[in-house]
């Protein structure tokens, strides 16, 4: 029984005792081996390699050199490869803004005009091509015959993209006899350019002195244009004829090869405007033999088919005309043109069948395109001539039914003048940049909306005041974003790599800090009888609490964060309420349209109520965008100011003094010398880390100076842009609507024009049977009078006979 109690306590002491060597020292998570001083060594070497980064950082002469530059210039070349020209012109006039005397910055002067060409930014472009020119250094010089032809381009300024695919003149010649009866010019003129005259003739004259040898290839397609599109064709044919490519292979075939296919159509053009149609027909042909190696070489090859065809058929010669329209494949965009010039040569050689099957394919390709009326009209006409009387009557009743319905149902909504306008103002202001002609005509009637040019101008004008109005709100949120960055205490973390050495040193301190806990643990392990005092254990139990967890320390975050949701909630509750009322605006829009013949409602107050509700969704919209834009500083403040950094670097410092009282305790029982070397090795590490922060601080503010000054400028530069837009936007509105509303007016009279046109059809078809009826009397007529001549000539020789 004795020994069993014993055994009892000899197994309680033992699980004491292992309770006892297991229990960390005060603050410890865990017990963990002793380190050894040389892998406490491998750690400070590495700490010491970040620090040492650091200050080399801090210290750094920011002062960039022709190699950094002449990067930045090759990614600004890049993006604009891209076709990303805004991008690409904010890159470059950064070169040409900051480094106008460096390399770089001259050589950026060129790019920056070509991107801001494409941008059609064309005064800005040419002055900044200008001061190229005037620029003596090595690099201007070397892009001085590229500048030229810039500048030639600017001074001849290219259509747009898709102008040769859109329907002109040739394709509405009723329209075009109008137009000449009225004496309006239908001879399509290039483009004004953005020099005065003066100039144009000093920029020709610097063009014509250079040695025609001595030219850029560039240059020299770039004068030849440019003389072609300034009347003088024999110049620019001349010009051009010496951009045809060798015989056989070389290098200056490979040279030529970008341009074959564009001086060779413009040479073609200058011959056929002397009146030379066989040598113009030679050049044609040859160009559209021509194997295209790029998208923009196979349009222009199309386009030399198609000036084939077209002089062809001037020339009255509709087979070849035919054949050469037919050269062009239905995947060509300039498929529809191509098709409805051959009917037009069909119609014209009297082919009346052929013109018809044409038609009725195009018809099917392009059922959408804005001549589908003319097309019907024209296949009226051609039934009319095959005499196919029913089938002509039914194209044109069918013209009729749809072109007086559609003018009806858009005349019934605009009764009330002004308020239509206002109405149509209320919708490019709410749709802003997404505005467009479908959201204020029908659908049905956009083809033709889309033949107006003031309908066109009208939906350029609101996207572009609703686009600009977004662009300012943007870069004011972004500035303000930007400010709120630089007003950062910790503005290192604004630079990736300053920001990079402030988390590494942060990284540092909390491993130095473990490093020193783990040294005491070395150093009470060799004094086991050491007491660390109650008053130290409490405080570093405390103070590793709160440097595990600052939040306790400082609620600053806290409040951005609620703030942050506070703000992300309204935006979301006004998200739903605009898309609520927008829905509501559409149904009730939607329900007015559908049940307009059915109702008594007043047309007037519909349209004041609707455009009360537009303006009502476009105030809310600017309001979510506001609470947007504040979520978005928000989000700013919280990623480039940290506030639980001031209060964990004070806790920390509280802690390395604890720490360092209770290394005096443990380590005076077994002194150590390596050991404690090594403790205040980590200690200096310590100061240095906390003096690099105000280092790393200062060499940021260093870099901000001239941002800092920037943003400023930018700042009152925005407020007056935004001020003048604010002067502009509701006349622009207004005169947006207004015009709108001629436009829809417009439409309701095309749509009137094409029903009484389609009644004029009618009557032809009535006037055409009048005709063969009345031709086929006359000949009836004429037949029974040489009957009756005949008759009387038998009986008067019968008479005689007799007698």
């Given at each position: 029984m004795l020994r069993s109690r014993r055994r009892v306590r000899l197994l309680g002491w033992m699980r004491l005792v292992a309770v006892a060597v297991c229990l960390p020292w005060p603050g410890v998570a865990q017990a963990r081996r002793p380190i050894k001083l040389d892998q406490a060594m491998a750690i400070v070497r590495d700490v010491e390699t970040v620090v040492v980064g650091m200050e080399r950082a801090a210290a750094a002469d920011r002062t960039v050199g022709d190699d950094e530059l002449a990067r930045r210039l090759v990614e600004g070349q890049l993006t604009l490869a891209e076709a990303d020209y805004e991008r690409a012109a904010i890159q470059l006039l950064e070169l040409v803004e900051h480094y106008p005397e460096r390399p770089a910055g001259q050589q950026a002067l060129y790019y920056l005009g070509e991107a801001l060409t494409h941008l059609r930014m064309h005064k800005w472009a040419a002055e900044c091509l200008s001061r190229l020119l005037s620029s003596t250094s090595q690099e201007a010089i070397s892009l001085r015959h590229r500048a030229l032809a810039r500048l030639l381009d600017l001074a001849a300024p290219r259509r747009p993209a898709g102008f040769a695919r859109e329907p002109g003149m040739s394709a509405t010649p009723e329209i075009r006899a109008r137009l000449e009866a009225l004496g309006v010019s239908t001879d399509v003129q290039p483009p004004a350019g953005v020099f005065r005259d003066d100039d144009l003739q000093r920029l020709t004259t610097w063009v014509g002195s250079i040695p025609a040898e001595q030219r850029d290839l560039e240059l020299q397609y770039a004068f030849g244009r440019f003389l072609y599109l300034r009347g003088d064709a024999a110049a620019a044919r001349t010009e051009l004829d010496e951009?045809?490519?060798?015989?056989?292979?070389?290098?200056?075939?490979?040279?030529?090869?970008?341009?074959?296919?564009?001086?060779?159509?413009?040479?073609?053009?200058?011959?056929?405007?002397?009146?030379?149609?066989?040598?113009?027909?030679?050049?044609?042909?040859?160009?559209?033999?021509?194997?295209?190696?790029?998208?923009?070489?196979?349009?222009?090859t199309q386009l030399a088919t198609l000036a084939l065809g077209r002089i062809y058929h001037d020339l009255g010669e509709p087979e070849r005309a035919v054949a050469a329209y037919r050269q062009i494949s239905r995947s060509s965009s300039f498929f529809p043109e191509a098709m409805y010039e051959t009917a037009w040569t069909q119609l014209r050689a009297g082919r009346f069948d052929s013109a018809l099957q044409t038609l009725d394919v195009l018809l099917v390709v392009v059922p959408d395109n804005p001549i589908v009326p003319e097309i019907k009209q024209l296949r009226g006409k051609l039934k009319i001539q095959q005499r196919q009387w029913k089938a002509a009557e039914e194209e044109f009743i069918a013209l009729r039914r749809e072109f007086a319905e559609l003018s009806q149902a858009l005349a019934q909504h605009l009764r009330a003048q002004g308020e239509?306008?206002?109405?149509?103002?209320?919708?490019?202001?709410?749709?802003?940049?997404?505005?467009?002609?479908?959201?204020?005509?029908?659908?049905?009637?956009?083809?033709?909306?889309?033949?107006?040019?003031?309908?066109?101008?009208?939906?350029?004008?609101?996207?572009?005041?609703?686009?600009?109005?977004?662009?300012?709100?943007?870069?004011?949120?972004?500035?303000?974003?930007?400010?709120?960055?630089?007003?950062?205490?910790?503005?290192?973390?604004?630079?990736?790599?300053?920001g990079g050495f402030v988390a590494a040193i942060d990284t540092a301190a909390l491993e130095l800090v473990e490093l020193q806990e783990r040294l005491i643990e070395r150093a009470q392990s060799r004094a086991r009888r050491t007491k660390?005092?109650?008053?130290?254990?409490?405080?570093?139990?405390?103070?590793?609490?709160?440097?595990?967890?600052?939040?306790?320390?400082?609620?600053?975050?806290?409040?951005?964060?609620?703030?942050?949701?506070?703000?992300?909630?309204?935006?979301?509750?006004?998200?739903?309420?605009?898309?609520?009322?927008?829905?509501?605006?559409?149904?009730?829009?939607?329900?007015?349209?559908?049940?307009?013949?059915?109702?008594?409602?007043?047309?007037?107050?519909?349209?004041?109520?609707?455009?009360?509700?537009?303006?009502?969704?476009?105030?809310?919209?600017?309001?979510?965008?506001?609470?947007?834009?504040?979520?978005?500083?928000?989000?700013?403040?919280?990623?480039?100011?940290?506030?639980?950094?001031?209060?964990?670097a004070r806790v920390l410092v509280e802690y390395r003094g604890v720490l360092a009282q209770i290394f005096a305790v443990v380590s005076k029982a077994e002194p150590e010398t390596e050991g404690?070397?090594?403790?205040?090795?980590?200690?200096?590490?310590?100061?240095?880390?906390?003096?690099?922060?105000?280092?790393?601080?200062?060499?940021?503010e260093k870099r901000l100076r001239?941002?800092?000054?920037?943003?400023?400028?930018?700042?009152?530069?925005?407020?007056?842009?935004?001020?003048?837009?604010?002067?502009?936007?509701?006349?622009?509105?207004?005169?947006?609507?207004?015009?709108?509303?001629?436009?829809?007016?417009?439409?309701?009279?095309?749509?009137?024009?094409?029903?009484?046109?389609?009644?004029?059809?009618?009557?032809?078809?009535?006037?055409?049977i009048q005709e063969v009826e009345a031709a086929e009397i006359r000949r009836l007529e004429g037949n029974r009078a040489r009957d009756l001549e005949e008759l009387e000539r038998v009986l008067t020789q019968g008479l005689e006979e007799l007698r």
């Open positions: 951009m045809w490519p060798p015989d056989g292979p070389g290098p200056k075939q490979v040279e030529l090869a970008r341009y074959w296919t564009r001086a060779g159509y413009i040479a073609a053009a200058a011959a056929l405007a002397l009146d030379d149609h066989e040598e113009a027909i030679a050049r044609f042909e040859r160009v559209a033999s021509h194997r295209s190696a790029t998208p923009r070489d196979t349009e222009i239509a306008a206002r109405y149509f103002a209320a919708v490019a202001v709410q749709e802003a940049e997404h505005f467009s002609l479908t959201s204020v005509i029908p659908p049905e009637a956009v083809p033709m909306a889309t033949r107006l040019s003031f309908a066109r101008r009208a939906e350029t004008a609101a996207v572009d005041l609703g686009t600009l109005q977004r662009d300012i709100d943007d870069a004011r949120g972004l500035l303000a974003r930007m400010e709120e960055a630089v007003s950062a205490r910790q503005r290192a973390r604004l630079f990736n790599d300053l660390i005092p109650a008053e130290l254990g409490r405080a570093q139990r405390r103070l590793r609490a709160r440097l595990d967890d600052p939040t306790v320390a400082n609620d600053t975050r806290e409040v951005i964060e609620a703030r942050l949701e506070e703000v992300s909630e309204a935006v979301h509750r006004y998200d739903l309420m605009i898309a609520g009322l927008h829905a509501q605006l559409v149904a009730s829009e939607d329900y007015y349209d559908r049940t307009f013949d059915r109702q008594r409602i007043s047309n007037e107050g519909f349209l004041n109520q609707a455009s009360e509700l537009r303006e009502a969704v476009a105030q809310l919209e600017q309001r979510a965008q506001q609470l947007e834009a504040e979520a978005r500083r928000l989000r700013t403040a919280l990623r480039f100011s940290d506030p639980w950094h001031d209060a964990r404690a070397a090594l403790y205040r090795r980590i200690e200096a590490l310590h100061e240095r880390i906390v003096a690099g922060y105000p280092r790393l601080d200062r060499a940021a001239e941002a800092i000054r920037v943003l400023e400028e930018e700042r009152g530069n925005l407020e007056a842009y935004r001020a003048e837009l604010g002067q502009l936007r509701d006349p622009g509105a207004e005169l947006v609507g207004e015009v709108l509303e001629a436009s829809y007016r417009d439409v309701v009279a095309e749509a009137e024009n094409m029903a009484t046109r389609s009644e004029v059809g009618l009557l032809d078809v009535a006037w055409a």
